[in-house]
């Protein structure tokens, strides 16, 4: 029943913008920390940017602040991914991520990925 479906992604010149968006079923969204990961051909997944439950604190990789912005709508359950100024080195595929759950019980969700291509 639980469902990450990230969309939005595609192709883009550099400089130009995208949103992701990333629509979560099967559990109770506002629970979770969400976030969104990246992971280029050859590379290690890593942490793009994250967002608590309310959507009251952000964190973004070094790379990415300023030119991402990581934002939630809990009565959609959909999470989204700005992305402005992109380069070449954006090119990967972005994987949506829930966290959280009961005080004593965390589980964790993946969504499928949606890809992002930024080249001329």
């Known amino acids: 029943q639980v469902q990450l479906v990230e969309s939005g992604g595609g192709w883009v010149q550099p400089g130009g913008s995208l949103r992701l968006s990333c629509a979560a079923s099967g559990f109770t969204f506002s629970r979770y920390a969400m976030s969104w990961h990246r992971q280029a051909p050859g590379k290690e997944r890593e942490l793009v940017a994250s967002?608590?439950?309310?959507?009251?604190?952000?964190n973004y990789a070094d790379s990415m602040e300023g030119r991402f912005t990581i934002s939630r709508d809990n009565a959609k359950n959909t999470v989204y991914l700005k992305m402005n100024s992109l380069k070449p080195a954006d090119t990967a595929v972005y994987y949506c991520n829930a966290r959280g759950g009961p005080t004593m019980v965390q589980y964790e969700y993946w969504g499928r990925g949606t890809q992002v291509t930024v080249s001329s």
């Open positions: 967002i608590t439950r309310s959507g009251g604190s952000t």
